[in-house]
């Protein structure tokens, strides 16, 4: 049922609009603060400004409240990497220059979404706790993720023949770690730079980011073993 079936008489478009999300908004930032198990549709509600009913005119259930969040995010980051990929396929330049535009086409749309402030809030803690106790639907989505990383797996591996998919694999799972901690605990970065790093671009960021996963296994020839080393 479309929500122009749905919206009650005499009731203006806009203000469903801002109730829808008003009540978005105050769920992204509670599951984040608590865990989707521990916050309650009131508290939601409560939060928003609005009345409980409106979460079920909404959204049918504080699950499918959920599932909106999460819809509204994950398919479009997903494709925006993906479609970064595929320009970077096209692109000529030296091994270490195509490995470069791989890695940042799978780390940049995350950093800049993270920050954006539509989305900033949906990045961390949010998907953490999302992961540990969101309903089951929610957690098969966060693994639309892994699903979505295959062709950057393939990319890498035709570029790094000297690697096995197994090894592969591992960097890929390290270069994740570290876009992770770039959008989940930027306050520790704070603290260890001594402040420094709060002055920095987000592209010097990724810069950096690209630089250390150069070095530490996609680009330096000391870090590449050959294949029969790995098996």
Request: charge should be negative; proline fraction near 5%; aromatic fraction near 6%.
């Amino acid at each position: 049922m479309t929500e122009s079936v749905r919206r009650p008489r005499g009731r203006p478009s806009s203000e469903q609009g801002e109730t829808r999300e008003a009540l978005l908004q105050a769920a992204q930032s509670l599951f984040a603060q608590r865990s989707f198990m521990q916050v309650g549709i009131r508290d939601i509600a409560e939060a928003a400004g609005v009345a409980v009913g409106s979460i079920s005119y909404h959204f049918g259930s504080k699950e499918g409240l959920l599932e909106a969040l999460c819809d509204r995010i994950t398919p479009a980051l997903l494709e925006d990497r993906i479609a970064r990929l595929k320009a970077v396929r096209l692109m000529g330049g030296s091994r270490n220059e195509q490995i470069r535009a791989v890695l940042r086409a799978l780390i940049e749309p995350v950093l800049e979404w993270s920050q954006r402030p539509d989305t900033q809030l949906f990045f961390a803690p949010f998907m953490t706790r999302v992961r540990l106790d969101g309903p089951q639907r929610i957690r098969d989505m966060m693994r639309m993720e892994v699903a979505s990383l295959r062709p950057f797996h393939d990319a890498l591996a035709q570029l790094l023949p000297e690697l096995n998919e197994a090894e592969i694999g591992w960097r890929l799972h390290f270069a994740l770690a570290i876009e992770h901690a770039m959008t989940a605990d930027m306050e520790r970065l704070h603290v260890l730079t001594q402040g420094a790093s709060e002055g920095e671009s987000m592209e010097r960021m990724i810069e950096r980011v690209i630089d250390f996963l150069m070095d530490g296994g996609f680009g330096s020839p000391t870090a590449l073993a050959p294949a029969s080393r790995m098996a």
